[in-house]
């Protein structure tokens, strides 16, 4: 709760879908901080798409603002105006990393990188609405954990050790 009135909260937004909007930009600025940290560190270009997933998973159970907003961009029946840009915004983070773990040998060379970004991003959101269904975010770790020792077996070249780790601890 915000501990504030209905009248209190109109007045400073002029319907339901204003204040959806400034909840979800709030949402949006949250990843982006999180994205900008991934990239700064030092980590291959596919261990830094696992590590977006496992850090903003840990955002939607930990931080209710991420939480509403990333549930208002999945409910967006009720809105004017969709919001699909969010979903572009992350396959093309994903795709941009993907390409660059290619180019490094990191990723099998006959992956589609676009329709892997896709399926990344799908197979993500999807963990995400199963997860809240099922247990209100309790076991979001988990599904993503298993989505990527899942997807890893498809995605690395034949052969090549497995140096990716799914993981929260970064």
């Known amino acids: 709760r915000a501990g504030v009135t209905k009248g209190a909260l109109y007045f400073h937004f002029a319907s339901k879908e204003e204040l959806a909007t400034e909840i979800v930009n709030s949402e949006e600025a949250e990843a982006a901080k999180l994205v900008q940290d991934v990239f700064a560190n030092d980590s291959p270009p596919l261990q830094k ?29 009720t809105y004017n105006n969709p919001m699909p840009v969010p979903y572009a915004q992350w396959e093309s983070i994903v795709l941009e990393l993907l390409a660059s773990a290619q180019e490094r040998g990191e990723l099998e060379r006959t992956v589609d990188a676009k329709a892997m970004a896709e399926f990344i991003v799908s197979s993500f959101t999807g963990s995400q609405i199963v997860s809240q269904v099922v247990s209100g975010h309790e076991d979001l770790i988990q599904r993503v954990e298993r989505m990527w020792q899942l997807l890893l077996m498809g995605m690395l070249p034949q052969g090549a050790p497995i140096i990716f780790f799914p993981r929260l601890d970064r």
């Open 49 to 77: 798409v696992i590590d977006i997933t496992f850090r903003w998973a840990h955002e939607i159970q930990s931080n209710p603002v991420v939480r509403a907003g990333v549930r208002l961009i999945i409910e967006q029946g």
